[in-house]
């Protein structure tokens, strides 16, 4: 396993740590949005739910490695590349269809 794929290994776990503790922090702050619209806590549980997953949708993050030195990143609607091959600091950003 080369250095790059063990980095990425690292990074997709960070985020998935991370994404658990984000979870919880949304579905809290959606649950007492929503609780002067909705009384019932599993109906209010399942829209804050819903929410959750319509906004993660949104902002989903795939990072694809190339080389040792060149990777694509995709954030939402953003696709990023990051290339430092021939030491040149190559970042370029443009906008997904």
Same mark, same amino acid.
């Given at each position: /396993?080369?250095?790059?794929?063990?980095?990425?290994?690292?990074?997709? *776990?960070?985020? *998935?740590?991370? /994404?658990? !503790?984000?979870?919880?922090?949304? %579905?809290?702050?959606? /649950?007492? %949005?929503?609780?002067?619209? =909705?009384?019932?806590?599993?109906?209010?549980?399942?829209?804050?739910?819903?929410?959750?997953?319509?906004?993660?949708?949104? #902002?989903? /993050? *795939?990072?694809?490695?190339?080389?040792?030195?060149? *990777? &694509?990143?995709?954030?939402?609607? &953003?696709? =990023? =590349?990051?290339?430092?091959?021939? #030491?040149?600091?190559?970042? #370029?950003?443009?906008? !997904?269809?």
């Amino acid at each position: /396993m080369s250095y790059a794929s063990q980095s990425v290994r690292v990074i997709e *776990l960070h985020i *998935l740590l991370d /994404m658990e !503790n984000t979870r919880e922090q949304f %579905i809290r702050i959606a /649950m007492a %949005i929503l609780k002067s619209q =909705y009384r019932f806590k599993p109906q209010r549980l399942a829209i804050a739910s819903k929410m959750y997953s319509r906004w993660r949708e949104r #902002n989903k /993050m *795939l990072i694809d490695v190339r080389s040792d030195k060149s *990777l &694509y990143v995709t954030i939402g609607r &953003y696709t =990023y =590349y990051i290339d430092d091959s021939t #030491n040149e600091q190559i970042i #370029n950003k443009w906008k !997904n269809k």
